[in-house]
């Protein structure tokens, strides 16, 4: 009978040491990772992020990126900001220098600065471009990206490239 | 004689309790932070290279070519060879393998004989940070991101590009 009891009551003990879960441990990752993302937050500056579906160049290049206008290039489409505005295929058809729905879209760029980078914090220089080219597009269609560029005002042109360490 | 042990069990739990810290809210703060700063955080490097685009043709070629000192030095990428040409003449022709991938270990070896090439040149020419590049119309992005990495390792670090046929000093992307 009293050793009975004495079980029981062990075994209730233990029953409550397991009922409130341990969280030390999972708040010491928590709080690492924490620290760990913002200090990365912290120390970009402007983010940057590759337009999705396609592999820039890798490059020893050091400068960092600055908040601009992006003009991305990948095998099917060209893109300002987000929206496509005219495909690789048609633009590599015409024989104009210029890609002309790229043009257009630039010129109302140019008459609206405020929509460049709209996500930017700092200000935005108008003139300045950044091109996310894939690293397979052939040099007649960036040729004909950065003339119809330099046509629409954005003299300064800079290029994306993966930085390797 | 069970009932004050019942009492005093009861007590003990309450104390038990009150020493653990109170986490969960700190637990859900972070919770919470922890995939925004995830989401936003970029894993990728990104760098740029600025690219100069020529001038407007107002600027005279010929006055760049006359300057004492001033090379117009352009890189001609071929589909088979890196073609160095100073003031419009070839001064000298690096063999590139043709058709490989541009992390293959010959393209990286023909990379440094013009790596080689570019920085004995700017060792003479202490002055001179400009370079122009050539490509063919079919010619890779990545190739034209190689050669501009060689040429900034060499000490030359502003890149043109240009149009490869085109005279040394007129530039081919140009209003």
């Known amino acids: 009978m009293k050793m009975r009891e004495r079980r029981k009551l062990r075994w209730r003990k233990g029953l409550k040491s397991s009922n409130s879960v341990n969280l030390i441990s999972m708040m010491d990752i928590l709080t690492v990772l924490l620290l760990f993302l913002l200090k990365s937050y912290v120390a970009e500056g402007e983010v940057m992020v590759p337009a999705p579906g396609l592999t820039l160049p890798a490059s020893s290049a050091e400068q960092s990126p600055k908040a601009s206008l992006i003009v991305a290039i990948d095998g099917d489409a060209i893109r300002v900001g987000n929206d496509v505005v005219a495909s690789v295929s048609e633009a590599m058809a015409s024989d104009d220098a210029l890609i002309v729905p790229l043009a257009v879209r630039l010129q109302e760029l140019r008459a609206n600065p405020d929509q460049i980078a709209p996500a930017a914090t700092a200000a935005v220089d108008p003139r300045l471009v950044t091109i996310q080219g894939d690293r397979d597009i052939e040099y007649r269609l960036l040729r004909k990206v950065m003339l119809t560029l330099s046509r629409s005002g954005f003299a300064h042109v800079s290029l994306a490239v993966l930085r390797t360490t | ?175």
């Open chain 2, 1 to 175: 004689m069970r009932k004050p042990s019942r009492a005093r069990e009861r007590r003990r739990r309450q104390t038990e309790v009150n020493q653990e810290l109170e986490l969960m809210p700190m637990l859900n703060v972070f919770i919470s932070i922890i995939p925004l700063l995830l989401l936003s955080a970029a894993f990728v490097q990104l760098a740029v290279i600025p690219t100069s685009l020529p001038a407007p043709s107002d600027t005279p070629p010929a006055a760049v070519a006359t300057e004492v000192e001033k090379l117009s030095l352009t890189i001609t990428i071929d589909a088979a060879a890196y073609v160095l040409g100073a003031n419009g003449a070839t001064v000298s022709t690096i063999p590139r393998p043709p058709g490989v991938a541009n992390d293959d270990p010959a393209a990286k070896a023909a990379r440094e004989v013009l790596g080689r090439t570019l920085a004995a040149i700017a060792a003479e020419h202490p002055e001179q940070r400009e370079v122009t590049i050539a490509a063919d119309p079919t010619t890779h992005y990545v190739d034209i991101i190689d050669v501009m990495d060689v040429s900034r390792g060499a000490g030359m670090p502003e890149a043109a590009l240009a149009d490869a046929g085109a005279p040394a000093g007129a530039p081919g992307v140009q209003p």
